[in-house]
């Protein structure tokens, strides 16, 4: 999309057209380039079908930033969700009530 091959320098690039970036790294985490640049670890787990885990991401990271959470917990939440959606066939797997739990309190 930006023509640059380094996750960061893309981010960087597009930020001119956006207050943040988000990019989603897969195994390699997520990466948002804003006022700062934050990175947030993948859950390391192996996945089994990546079916809707960027639905997934995109959603929990939009909840916890319209809810006012910071950058990095906003990251941190969107990859549990994504890491909990791989690890079930289809896009609709049962989350674990401790994650669910989390995302309903935010």
Do not use: W, Y
Not at 3 to 21: I, T
Not at 39 to 66: I, K, M, N, Q, Y
């Amino acid at each position: 999309l930006s023509g640059h091959q380094d996750p960061e320098a893309g981010a960087a690039f597009l930020r001119s057209f956006a207050g943040v970036v988000i990019c989603k790294l897969g195994a390699d985490g997520s990466l948002a380039v804003g006022s700062e640049v934050v990175r947030a670890p993948s859950e390391g787990l192996r996945a089994v079908d990546t079916t809707g885990a960027g639905d997934a991401f995109a959603a929990a990271c939009t909840l916890a930033l319209a809810r006012g959470r910071p950058l990095p917990e906003a990251l941190a939440c969107a990859n549990r969700l994504g890491a909990a959606v791989v690890q079930e066939i289809g896009a609709r797997p049962h989350l674990p009530e401790g994650l669910m739990a989390k995302l309903r309190a935010m």
